[in-house]
Structures are given as C-alpha cells and as structure tokens.
C-alpha cells in the first residue's frame, strides 16, 4: 500500500492532494523519507523531498536542517535544496521536513548543462565561506552561534550565541559534546581532563581573539559552515529541474570559523589536494598560517568526541591521540 500524505505536509506546500502522489525514496539513518510528486494548475509538474520522524528530536531535528539549508541556500543557492517548510505531523506523532528534490546521480553520468552555475564544489565553499554570516536577531553585531540548535548525527549541538570564537568552540561544542559523551557511555575521567585542558589551555592558545586573524590581517568574523561536510553528505545531481550541479545536503549549520568545516572533512577525507588547492586559491588560510594544521586538528576533535558519543568504540582513541599531541605542543599556553 502507497503510503499516504499527510494534510500537515499538503497544506504547508499549497497541494491539491488530487494531483499529488507520495512514494519512498532513498533512506536515512534518523527518518524515513520520500519522494513527492504533484501538478499545478498549469500541469507543470513539481517535485518535493519529505523526511519523517518520530518523537520530540525529529522536531529539533528538521528545524535546524530547515534553518541550516536555507542559510547556505540563501548565499549560494545552487550548493544546496531550498527546504519549505517542517513541522508537527497531523495525522500522526512525529515531524516532517518538505525540501527541493534533489536527484543525486553518480559523477560519471553527470555533465555539465547550460543550466548549471558552471562551479566547483571549491568556488562554491570559498564563497560560502568568505560571506559573513548575518546578525542575529536581537543582536547589534555578527555572532557565532546559530539561530537553532541543529543536530550533527543525532547529537543536539547548543548554538547559544557568544561573540568570542574562543568560547563559542571551547563551551557549545567542546565542553558540551563532553556532556553527551559520557551521558551515553559512563563518566571518564581521563577524557573528562583532557577536553579540560584542552579546552581551558589549547583553544584559547590556538583561537584567542587577537591571535587568529584572517589572511588578510582582520578578525575571524563568523561565517555559515555545513557542520558535517564529509563525502556521504556530498554529491553531484539536479536540484528541482536546474542544471547538474555539485551539492550537498543534511547540514548541521552555524555560525562559525570558516576553518572549522575542515575538522570532519579532514577526519574522513573524500576531497583531494585539488580540491583544498583550489579552495585556498580563492580564500587564502588564515593566520597564523604555520598553526593551520593543528587548528583542524582542533576541530577534527570534536566530531571524533561526537562520533564516540554516538557509536562509542574506538572514536575515544582517536579524540584522545589528537588532544594528547596538542597538549604536548600548546600545553603550557605559550
């Protein structure tokens, strides 16, 4: 049996559900998820991708995906699907996110059309990450945070808002995702120490305001990043009926430091020199240039933390070898 749309979802996209079909399409760890496919008044066909969960975290969930893809989507509208709406399901528990479709197709049968922008994955970054994130609301200045908490895997991240890089990724991510690690798997001492240290010690040594400047001489500024930009969540395909463009999808955005979007790109690579020398071409490294690689590996931390939050098992070797190694360079602060 053909599942069936739910009124919430008709509503919230302007459907007449007599010319609207739903059908299951690809999968997803976290929610089941479709394909919809309906006809205007002009008959011109129109396609929507809908995700559904149960339970309060589907909620928190498709909210900050919702939020998260219409941030990148609003500064390069051709990196990402435009999401329309999310919300409470009406004809059962749960909530539910109505995007673009997206047609992802393997990169050997895709080719460029007259219709796409014609960039790389590169220029499509560079620019995300060389666009200053818009002041909060409530606020008389740039911020790092996010409107929304958004979920990286099944993590809730708190994106409560701090002026201060330093802070931001010491308290909302490092400190935080401690929280959960051991929520999930048992109090810990010796990792308990080290996200301490390191967090009390190394951030401020590698990220104090003053200190980390961007190519250019200025202050880091926040910028909108993916959150969890590894190959799985990268592809090439059409966008509604644009053009083939490369694209990704299941963001987990906030207002950050440009360079923490390498942490998990570096952690599970997928993108090739070519791709970073291109990136870095159009959007030089920031300062201090000679401390770059131990700053992603400052961000690397915090997915290996949140995957052993989420899976357990090795990831806890992983995080404690990188904090180990800073420690053991950055330990006394200097």
């Known amino acids: 049996m053909a599942p069936k749309i739910d009124p919430t979802i008709l509503k919230a996209l302007l459907l007449d559900a007599a010319n609207t079909s739903i059908a299951s399409h690809g ?7 479709f394909k919809i496919t ?14 559904q969960g149960k339970g309060r975290e589907s909620e928190i969930m498709f909210a ?21 709406a999310h919300g409470l399901l009406s004809s059962t528990t749960g ?12 990169p050997s049968s895709s080719s460029p059309s007259s219709s796409s922008s014609g960039l790389s994955l590169a220029q499509k970054l560079a620019r995300l990450h060389s666009t200053p994130a818009p002041i909060p609301d409530g606020y008389d200045k740039p911020m790092f945070g996010f409107p929304v908490p958004t979920c990286c895997g099944d993590t ?5 808002f701090k002026s201060s890089w330093a802070e931001f990724y010491a308290d909302n ?7 959960s690690a051991e929520k999930n798997n048992g109090k810990d001492s010796e990792l308990s120490n080290l996200v301490e240290n390191t ?11 003053g200190h980390l400047k961007t190519s250019s001489g200025g202050d880091v500024v926040p910028v909108v990043v993916h959150g969890d930009l590894w190959s799985g969540n990268h592809g090439v395909g059409t966008i509604g009926k644009g053009g083939v463009e490369e694209v990704v999808f299941d963001p987990s955005c906030s207002y950050s430091h440009s360079e923490f979007e390498w942490g998990i790109m570096r952690m599970f690579g997928g993108f090739g020199g070519s791709f970073e020398r291109e990136y870095y071409e159009l959007k030089g490294k920031d300062e201090p240039i000679e ?30 070898r990188i904090m180990e190694e800073l420690a053991r360079k950055y330990g006394d602060g200097e």
Do not use: M
Request: a neutral charge; charged letters at 25%; proline letters at 3%.
């Open 27 to 33: 999968g997803s760890g976290f929610a089941s998820t």
């Open 38 to 51: 309906s006809k205007d008044n002009d008959r011109e066909e129109k396609l929507f991708f809908v995700k």
């Open 64 to 84: 900050g995906e919702h939020t998260s893809l219409n941030a990148i989507h609003s500064i390069v509208s051709s990196l990402c699907p435009r999401s329309y």
């Open 95 to 106: 909530a539910f996110l109505a995007t673009d479709f997206l047609n992802l197709s393997p």
């Open 156 to 160: 809730q991240q708190d994106n409560s």
């Open 173 to 179: 991510r490092l400190r935080h995702i401690l929280k």
């Open 199 to 209: 967090a009390s010690v190394v951030v401020p040594r590698l990220l104090r305001d």
């Open 291 to 320: 401390e770059w690689d131990d700053r992603v590996k400052l961000y690397e931390l915090y997915h290996h933390l949140n995957h052993y939050s989420i899976f357990g098992g090795g990831y806890r070797g992983g995080a404690v």
